[in-house]
């Protein structure tokens, strides 16, 4: 089986053009498709540099809770959409930086190719905060195929 793909969501409002281009990618190459969706780790329920947060801490940390169950609900979808286009996936929720996350799950699963959305942000944004697609693309040890704003997926 040819090595799989890497596909990095967030639920944002550009996910399904991210899926299609994954898609098209996945049967093009004949490759299974890693989904994973990257949370804060203060804001992860299973972190595995602690213990995963009991029922009763989930009550007491509403934050966490509805951060973990948006991001499983996100990795699910993805991989059903995935699935239903005749495409091999799963998918799983990680806590880190993103960008190191990222790299370091794609070098894990011996990935051929990442697949990450970009989108336009304001200079000051720009500033603020760094491009989690730059730094991908500048640390990744494989190929990284971004998605443009502007693109659809189609």
Excluded: F
Aim: net charge negative; glycine share 8%.
């Amino acid at each position: 089986m040819p090595a799989p793909l890497l596909i990095a969501i967030d639920g944002s409002s550009r996910a399904e053009a991210l899926l299609a281009l994954a898609v098209r990618q996945a049967l093009a190459l004949a490759a299974p498709v890693e989904v994973i969706c990257v949370i804060d780790p203060g804001y992860s329920l299973g972190n595995p540099d602690r213990h995963p947060i009991s029922a009763e801490e989930a009550v007491d940390y509403p934050g966490p809770a509805h951060e973990q169950e948006g991001a499983e609900h996100v990795v699910k979808a993805a991989v059903q959409r995935l699935q239903r286009a005749g495409v091999t996936a799963c998918g799983h929720v990680v806590s880190g930086e993103p960008e190191q996350v990222i790299c370091r799950q794609a070098h894990e699963l011996g990935c051929q190719l990442i697949v990450l959305g970009h989108r336009h942000r304001r200079w000051l944004a720009r500033v603020r905060e760094a491009s989690v697609c730059h730094a991908v693309i500048e640390q990744a040890a494989c190929p990284v195929l971004v998605l443009p704003p502007h693109d659809d997926g189609g």
